[in-house]
C-alpha cells in the first residue's frame, strides 16, 4: 500500500522486488527439481522406478500428493483473507475414519463420499462459528477443534486395533481403492483429476468471483471490508465450510488410497499447507495471495520430502520440512510486503 | 486494565480487585464444583492420595504454562515446547553416553562430566527460543508460523540423534538422580519442588516487577507500548527464550525421570500448556491473566483428566474432555467479565 510518491522515489528497487516475487517461486521449483535430477542420488533407486524425472516415479510423485493437491488451494483462499486453520489434519483423519467405515458397512462409494463430505460442512461450518461468532481467535479455535475431531477419529477406531480396516467379521470392499488408487488415465486415479479440478474452480473463485475478492478484501483490512458493505463474517465462514469439505475429500482420497481408515492419516497436513501457501507468496497477515503459487509450493514440498527420501533416512524428514518452512519464511519477509511494513 | 469500569465499580472486596484476580477467583470456584462433582461421581476420588496426584502429577505442565501464559499475555503463542521438551532431553543424554563402549550406535554417546552435559543440553535447547525469537520479534513473523516450524525442528534434530527411536543405555547412575528424588519424608519428586519455586518466582515477576508489567502492556497495545518507550522487539525475544529455557528444564528432568531419551517425548504438551492456560483465564486479546490463574487451570485439567481416568473412559476421550473443557471456560470466562463490566 505504498503512496504514488514512495513508489517513484525507490522505483527501481520496487520493480525489481516484484519482478522476483512473481517468478522466484518457478525459479526455485527449478533448481530443486534440477538439484534432484543431477545428483544421482547416492546411486538409490527412486522406488525401484529409477530416475528423479523418470516419468514413473513423477506419477507417484502425483499420486503421494493428491490429499494436499486437494486441500491447499482452498486453505490459500482461507489464510488470503487473513485467517487460519489449524484443524484441517486431524478433519482428513475423521473424514478418512468415517469413508472407511461407511465404505466397509456397506454403503457405496458416492454415499460415503456424500457422508464425509456432508461431515466435512459440519467441521467447517463448527470452526466458522467459533470463529466468526464467538469471535474465538482463531489459532485457538482451531487448534482446539483439531484434538476435538483427532479424539473423535480415535473414539470411533475400536479399541485394540490401529484404523478402521479389513477384519474376519466384516470384510472391507476391494473397491474401496476405486477412487483413489486405481489407475483411470495416465496411471493416475480418479482422486487426482478431481484435485485438478477443484484446483481450476478455486483458481477461478479467486480471480474471477465475488468471494476471491472478498476474501482478499477482508484480508487486507477486514474494517475497511466492513465498512464498505462486505458481511465478513458471512464470507470468511463460507471459507472455512470450504476448507472443511475439501479436508473431507482430502481424507477420503487418503483412506480410499490406502484402503483403510487411518485415525491419524492426516496429522502434520496443516504444517504441510502452511509452507505451502508462504512458499507461494501469500502474505502473513493476508491480503495478497495465489492459488496457482501454492500448487507450485505443494509441488516443491513434495518434490523435497520425496527426493530426500531417497537419499537419506526417513527421521531426517522432518527437520528438511522444518527447514523449508524457514526458508519460506524468510523469502516470504524478504518478497512480501506485508501491511505492517507496507 | 479498564478504567471505565473502575469508577463504577462497587467497593466491596470483589468490586475492587483486579479483572485477573476476579477470573482466577472465579476459576477457584468452578475448580471447587468440578472437584465436587468429580467425589460424587468417581469412587475414592476424595482420599487425600489421590488429591496429592492431582496438584503434583502436572508439574511439567505448570512448568511450561509459565512461559506459554507470558507469551499468551503479549498475543503470542509458543507451540515449541513439546519439541524443546524432547531436543533437551534427548541432548542430556546423548551428551553423557560413553565413549564407544558398544557396538550399538545408540548407546554411544559424547562421554561428558553429567554436570556439563546437562548445562550444554540446556544452553543447545534454549537455542531454540533464539530462533523463535529472531523471527518473532526482529521478522516480525506471526508466533504460530514460526514455533509450530521450530517445534518441528527440535522435534526433528531429537529424531535424528536418537534415528527416530530412543537412547537409554550406558548411562551413568547418577543421571536418573535428579528426577526420581523424593522431597524427604514426603511422596513428592524434586521436580514438583522446582515447579513450585518456578511458579512462586513467576508470580512475584508478573506482579512486582516493571518487566512483568510491560508484559500486559505490550498485550494489551504493542503500538502503545512502543510509543511509550518500551523496548517491545526485546522484551518478546527474552520471553521467548525463557519459554524454551522452561521447556528445556522441563525436557532434563523427564529424561532423568524416566533415564531415557525418548523423541517424541512432549508430543502434544505445547497444547496441554496452552490449554491450562486458557483455563486459568489467560486471553489473547489484550493483556490479561496470571501465572496463579495458570496454575488453577491447570489442577482443573489435572481434576478432570483424573476424573475421567478413574471412570475408565477410553485415553483417546481426554482430546474431547480437554477441547470441551477449553470451549466453555473461554465463553464462561468471557460471559463473567461482560456482566461485571456492566
Partial sequence: ???????????????????????????????????????KLGQVEFFGRGHFLNPNSVINMLRISVPILTLSGAFTLLMIAGYIDLSVGSAISLSAVIYALSIRSGLGMPLSIALSVFLGMAMGSVNGLLVMKLQITPVIATLVTLNLYKGIALLIVPPGVSAIKSTAQSPMPAWINYYGRKEVLLGLPWSFFVALLLILALVVVQRKTILGKYAAAIGGNRNAAELSGINAVKYVWILYVIVGVFAALAGVARASFMSLGDPLSGDGMEM????????????????????????????????????????????????????????????????????SQG | ????????????????????????????????????????????FYKAKNIVNILTNNWYIIILGIGVSFLLITGNFDMSVGGVIALSGVLSVYFVQGVNVSPNELANGLGMPYVVAILLALAC???IGGINAFFIAKLKVPSIIITLGTMMLARGIAQIITRGAQRNTSLPDEFGILGNTFVPGTSVKISVLIMVVLVLLAFAYEKKTVSGRRIYLIGANPEAARLSGVKVGRQLASLFIVSSFLAAVTGVLLASEYIAGLSNRGTGYEFDALVVALLGGVSIAGGFGSVLGMFVGAIILSVVTSAATGLLLSPHWQFILKALVTFLAILAQRYALDRRRR
Fill in chain 1, 1 to 39: 500500500m505504498s503512496p504514488g510518491s514512495i513508489r517513484g522515489r525507490m522505483g527501481n528497487s520496487e520493480t525489481l522486488r516484484a519482478g522476483i516475487k512473481s517468478v522466484y517461486i518457478y525459479v526455485f521449483l527449478f533448481i530443486i527439481v534440477a538439484l534432484f535430477s543431477v545428483v
Fill in chain 1, 272 to 339: 504441510d499447507c502452511i509452507i505451502a501457501v508462504l512458499l507461494g507468496g501469500t502474505a502473513f497477515s493476508g491480503g495478497e495471495g495465489s492459488v496457482v503459487k501454492t500448487i507450485v509450493g505443494v509441488i516443491i514440498i513434495v518434490c523435497v520430502t520425496t527426493g530426500l527420501m531417497t537419499v537419506i533416512p526417513a527421521y531426517w524428514q522432518v527437520v528438511a520440512k522444518a527447514s523449508v518452512l524457514l526458508i519460506a519464511v524468510v523469502l516470504n519477509h524478504l518478497l512480501v510486503r506485508s501491511k
Fill in chain 2, 1 to 44: 486494565m479498564s478504567m471505565e469500569s473502575n469508577n463504577k465499580r462497587p467497593s466491596t472486596f470483589l468490586g475492587r480487585m483486579s479483572n485477573d484476580s476476579f477470573i482466577s477467583l472465579f476459576m477457584v470456584g468452578v475448580l471447587i464444583v468440578i472437584f465436587a462433582l468429580a467425589c460424587l461421581i468417581v469412587p475414592n
Fill in chain 2, 125 to 127: 535447547a534454549t537455542c
